[in-house]
């Protein structure tokens, strides 16, 4: 029976961390700085597209707390502030202006 409990007991603290993984690894949407302090939706990100233009994050990721919140385009000045509230995270420390590329 002790078995069986602490097997329980194993399944769930994994399955557990399994979510809270799958969670901060695959978050939402991409946002890239396209247009001097604007952030835009793109479909992905590449380190090769930002061009050092400028002293703003050249894009970031929106994480699962920012669900319903967060909306393009928005401004720097708004995505640090929902940085700060845990709405987004910089996908890199890169700064400048996010050029995508065909």
Known sequence: MKEIKTGIAVAAMAFTLSSYTANKLNPGDVYGNTNSGQYTQIQSYNPANC???????CAYRELPAGSGHVSAPFSAAQAEEWES?????KVSEDQGLYIETE
């Not at 061009?51 to 994050?57: D, I, K, R």
């Not at 509230?85 to 995270?89: H, R, S, V």
């Open 85 to 89: 509230m845990g709405y987004l995270e």
């Open 51 to 57: 061009e050092n233009a400028e002293t703003s994050a």
